[in-house]
């Protein structure tokens, strides 16, 4: 495996264990209740789960986009976005999927419905995401084979 596929894997393994914590930080802080510090200016009357979730989903996206420039800029050839998803080994979806089912723990426990259906719909997108996300390194590994 040469070089610049080997830091781009390295690189994006980081990026993946950041989403992953992200992820498992942002149901604690809700499931706990505490209150949040936005590193998002937000103007608009929102609820602390909602003000959470809006700064979690846009750091999910960013490391997603991060990690599909990274795929392309780093094999040989383009890979569809299919080619991209099927990489991804079922394995490395164990603990995404149980941030999910806290995320609807999380939002069986929120006390606004529009909370409820925002934790859900935050939840799918990260599973998404980190499907995507991981088929990506696992895209540049078959790549460099």
């Not at 930080?25 to 937000?42: F, K, N, Q, Y």
């Amino acid at each position: 495996m040469n070089s610049p596929k080997k830091a781009a894997i390295i690189f994006l393994s980081v990026i993946n264990l950041m989403n992953i914590a992200a992820g498992i930080i942002t149901e604690l802080e809700m499931a706990l209740g505490r209150d949040v510090v936005s590193i998002i200016p937000i103007k608009a009357e929102m609820t602390v789960n909602q003000i959470l979730i809006l700064n979690f989903v846009i750091v999910a996206a960013i490391m997603l986009l991060i990690s599909i420039v990274t795929t392309y800029l780093a094999t040989d050839i383009p890979y569809s976005p299919k080619e991209i998803v099927s990489n991804c080994a079922g394995i490395f979806m164990v603990i995404p999927i149980l941030v999910f089912f806290a995320a609807v723990f999380n939002a069986i426990n929120a006390e606004i419905t529009a909370d409820k259906v925002w934790i859900i719909l935050s939840g799918i997108f990260y599973v998404l995401a980190n499907v995507i996300n991981i088929g990506c390194v696992l895209t540049i590994k078959e790549d460099a084979e």
